[in-house]
T-cell receptor
Framework: AQSVTQPDIHITVSEGASLELRCNYS??????LFWYVQSPGQGLQLLLK??????LVQGIKGFEAEFKRSQSSFNLRKPSVHWSDAAEYFC??????????????FGAGTTVTVRA | DAGITQSPRYKITETGRQVTLMCHQT?????MFWYRQDLGHGLRLIYY???????DKGEVPDGYVVSRSKTENFPLTLESATRSQTSVYFC?????????????FGPGTRLTVL
């Protein structure tokens, strides 16, 4: 069964500092990996996704993530955080939609607070 | 504007009442999904639909019913609401699952069952 663990429930970071959010996944085959962001009262917006190829993936809003198969990780990073990055971040894993392998499984989320 | 919309955005109901949450998308996406979001659990899949008149259970389907008579609509019904169904509900859609395209999410419906 596929699953995602986001070890950090809440992270506080100063504006301008770097940010790294951890994501560990469990999946039996080559995973498809996603990071979504949810601003307060909003739906989820895709930040970036990994399907194959280059293990360093660039996304929107200056975010990037690195797929490390040996560590079953897909950590999200941003070099310099802006106050508008305060939100909840979800990592998700899935696979090809064959047979019943249709799901995206989400982690519990990491809430990011940005202090001035 | 094209996109995926949900209604109502907020709903308060009482235990035992029937509630229907609406989801509408204008992209003609084949696949649609219903998730619930609860603190500490992230998003959990309730039901999904591959096309009109084709639906299937997700991770937490008990107490919910779905239908999909038209491609663009995917209503979720709580036949007899319980307090444990107090949650934020998200609808999502995706065009094709052959290459696992991105899922697009609606703004959510916050449901409170008293």
């Amino acid at each position: 069964a596929q699953s995602v663990t986001q070890p950090d429930i809440h992270i506080t970071v100063s504006e301008g500092a770097s940010l790294e959010l951890r994501c560990n996944y469990s999946y039996g085959a080559t995973p498809y990996l996603f990071w979504y962001v949810q601003s307060p009262g909003q739906g989820l917006q895709l930040l970036l996704k990994y399907f194959s190829g280059d293990t360093l993936v660039q996304g929107i809003k200056g975010f990037e993530a690195e797929f490390k198969r040996s560590q079953s990780s897909f950590n999200l990073r941003k070099p310099s955080v802006h106050w508008s990055d305060a939100a909840e971040y979800f990592c998700a894993v899935g696979g090809r939609f064959v047979s019943n392998d249709y799901k995206l499984s989400f982690g519990a989320g990491t809430t990011v607070t940005v202090r001035a | 504007d094209a996109g995926i919309t949900q209604s109502p955005r907020y709903k308060i109901t009482e235990t035992g009442r029937q509630v229907t949450l609406m989801c509408h998308q204008t992209w003609s996406h084949s696949y649609m999904f219903w998730y619930r979001q609860d603190l500490g659990h992230g998003l959990r899949l309730i039901y999904y639909s591959a096309a009109a008149d084709i639906t299937d259970k997700g991770e937490v389907p008990d107490g919910y019913v779905v239908s999909r008579s038209k491609t663009e609509n995917f209503p979720l019904t709580l036949e007899s609401a319980t307090r444990s169904q107090t949650s934020v509900y998200f609808c999502a859609s995706t065009l094709t699952l052959i290459s696992y395209n991105e899922q697009f999410f609606g703004p959510g419906t916050r449901l409170t069952v008293l």
